[in-house]
């Protein structure tokens, strides 16, 4: 898997050249296939781990951070890869076709837990959650970076954002739903969560050489047809980019509410309300609606921006947070509480993406590097770092509320912090989230950058 030696030319700067439905699903199918596994990690892995393993939650959450954590320097070290990548297919879809497979089986080795005593097995948790990080690193990097590499035009950025989304939602919707009733069916040992891994794997493997056969990587910088990589300008790059910065966080924070929100829907349908079965009521209370919403999404960010867009959509799942209070037991209730929330992640799914390739544009314009891979993965970074903290935050606050693995029943003290996992967590992050969006302004200002690069111009330039 290496560096190839010349990159194919580029047929256009994609700067108004419309996106083909066909190319548009064909993009969006990646995050399907990356869902499969993402959203089968965050909602069931440490369930897994601490039911059917037996391993304590607080040591599952300090091992999910610590990977997150030790892949950063992968994360940077894998987007000056793509930068520098020279390959017939193009920087990005190189490495989706080189991961595809090595991801599909990575997830799958996740569930192969192997009976060799409790340290045993939380060395080969350590070990397989490492190796999981790592191809996912080398997998997601290039595939966020593909969205800059089709088109520099926002609004068709924003409709590939809204297809990556719609299809990364019926991924996890789909695993949310059908996962619990597939390991029932394959009879609730461990051998059944190894096949239905299994199969996840397989089909994410078909999905990533779908994306990679159906894409085109157009861009090219407009400062210059070739740029010699140097570590200085590329760390230049990132800290004049204040925009990336803001986004950066505003990743973090998502990443690490979607973790939370997904790990801990197990624990309150089992515990709160009563009746793990309510995972898939409460999966597709959040999914309808947010795919629902994705179908409208493209003409209101067309006229308010996306920035707007997205504080709809955080008001909205602040809102349909703070309704649990009212009866946290109450299926119902929190049923509906779901579908408003799930109507507040359509705006910020569509646009949380289309941010990050906006800030690329940006960090061209005011420092004359275009460095899409460091860029993307360092805002992966935050993803990942996110999805860490949520799962840690989960493991830990379980914990600290003394929940027991297996346990029919838990202390009041371990129901009560589920129930502060589900309701006060998520609240807190939304709202820090409405913070940083009230401070981006970069919609306001992409035409006019945008003008200035069509013309090779950076900032300050006559």
Known sequence: MGVMAEQAPVESNGSAEKISFRERFGYGIGDLATNLIYASMASFLTFFYTDTVGISAGVIGTIMLLARVLDAVLDLVMGVAVDKT????????????????????????????????????????????????????????????????????????SVLAIFRNFLATIGSTTVGVVTLPMIAFFGNTQLAWIITFSIYGVVAIALFYWNFFH????????????????????????LQNKYWLMIFLFLLLQFTLLSLNQGVNVYYANYILGDPDYVSALTLALSIPSLLGLFIIA?????????????????????????????????????????VKGLGGAPVGATMFAFLADTIDYGEWVSGVRAEGVLFSAGSLGQKIGMGVGT??????????????????????????????????????????????????????YPTIMEQLAKGKMRGEK
């Open 86 to 157: 020279r390959s017939r297919h193009g920087k990005a879809r190189s490495w989706i076709l080189w991961t595809s497979v090595p991801f599909g089986l990575s997830a799958i080795l996740l569930v192969t837990v192997p009976d060799i005593g409790y340290t045993g097995k939380i060395v080969y948790i350590i070990v397989t959650y490492l190796l999981m990080n790592i191809v996912f690193t080398a997998s997601n990097i290039p595939y966020g970076t593909l969205v800059s590499l089709i088109t520099r035009d926002p609004y068709e950025r």
């Open 215 to 238: 894409t085109r990587e157009r861009v090219k910088p407009a400062a210059s047809e070739q740029q010699t990589f140097k570590l200085s300008l590329w760390v230049q790059a990132v």
């Open 299 to 339: 003409p209101v960010i067309k006229k308010i921006g996306k920035r707007n867009t997205a504080l709809i959509g955080l008001s909205l799942s602040l809102i349909g947070t703070l309704i649990v209070f009212i009866d946290p037991t109450n299926v119902g209730l929190v049923i509906f509480a779901t579908v």
């Open 392 to 445: 840690a935050l989960l493991g830990w606050f379980l914990s600290i509320g003394g929940y027991v693995g297996g346990a029919a029943t838990q202390s009041a003290g371990a129901l009560h912090m589920i129930q502060i996992i589900f309701i006060v967590m998520p609240a807190i992050i939304v709202v820090l989230e409405i913070i940083v969006m009230l401070l981006y302004k970069l919609d306001r200002e």
